[in-house]
């Protein structure tokens, strides 16, 4: 074959190299948990410092799951989320209270 004939088969091809589409990471919502036990300034402590909440943004949170039962603390990968649900479980331990946190997937 002349280096004629071969440059005009690869002109024109250009061979694209198909990369896989990353995923965007699954996402957990951490749960606090109401109970009769765990006062509501330890919530509001926990929510401040493991969650980065404000003073409002924790007091807000902290009544809503009071009045409701449970509420989300915040959503993140699942390696984070574990992390902070081991941290408020520590912490709770810590002061013998018995405060439930949880996560789930969004």
Partial sequence: MSDTKRREDLE???RVKERPKTKKPKLYKVL??????TTMEFVTEVLIEIFHKTQTEATQLMLHVHTRGVGIAGV???????????????RARD?????LCTMEAE
């Fill in 95 to 99: 002061q013998g209270m018995p405060l």
């Fill in 12 to 14: 024109g091809d250009v």
């Fill in 32 to 37: 606090l948990h109401n109970d009769d036990y």
């Fill in 76 to 90: 993140y990968t699942r390696d984070i989320a574990e992390t902070k649900v081991a941290k408020v479980h520590q």
